[in-house]
């Protein structure tokens, strides 16, 4: 599908003033790294979240005049999510499979001292890997409150379930985390 047919289809035909551009630029863009790292740990894939991020903006700067009294960070993510749920509904449909691959998730790093440098680097590639375990549902929640750091509150509007969800789902998250971090733990002695 091409990026021109979806933004003609899901665009109001309005451009934005000058004055609500700014204000675009001042309360949204800002959050175009967490909008990528949401985009990346849901889909997983960096290009498939760089396009999702990309699809995300169009919408959000299409619809931007509907955006009253409330956090552009958590309006945002909600756009980045629910365009990362469409594109998961577009590969199930495809039949395509989703796997974990260890090298786009890891960030390169400076080298420094070697052992601090391995121990960060399996560190890091542990919870990366304990988080690719864990269902969308958990991973998403996961992501949002500890990675970015959204409230609760921001989390419910952004996932659209009410704040005791919220709460569950990180509860079980967190649970499942562990559980995974340690098995592969155990598997790694």
């Not at 970015?148 to 789902?169: C, D, F, N």
């Not at 971090?181 to 790694?188: I, R, S, T, Y």
């Amino acid at each position: 599908m091409s990026l021109e047919r979806t933004t003609e289809t899901t665009r109001p035909s309005r451009r934005l003033s000058p004055e609500q551009r700014e204000r675009f630029e001042a309360l949204v863009l800002p959050h175009l790294d967490a909008a990528y790292n949401l985009a990346r740990y849901l889909l997983r894939d960096p290009h498939e979240a760089e396009d999702a991020v990309q699809n995300a903006f169009l919408r959000a700067m299409s619809y931007f005049e509907g955006l009253r009294g409330m956090d552009g960070r958590a309006w945002l993510l909600s756009i980045v999510r629910n365009t990362c749920y469409t594109q998961f509904r577009r590969r199930r449909s495809g039949g395509e499979k989703v796997e974990f691959d260890e090298e786009i998730h890891s960030q390169a790093t400076e080298v420094s001292e070697p052992e601090a440098d391995l121990d960060r680097s399996m560190a890091g590639s542990s919870v990366r890997e304990g988080l690719g375990r864990l269902t969308i549902e958990f991973r998403e929640v996961l992501v949002l409150r500890e990675l970015e750091g959204l409230s609760y509150k921001e989390i419910a509007h952004v996932i659209g379930a009410p704040i005791g969800t919220v709460m569950s789902r990180l509860a079980r998250a967190r649970q499942q985390l562990l559980l995974a971090l340690g098995a592969g733990a155990k598997e790694g002695v």
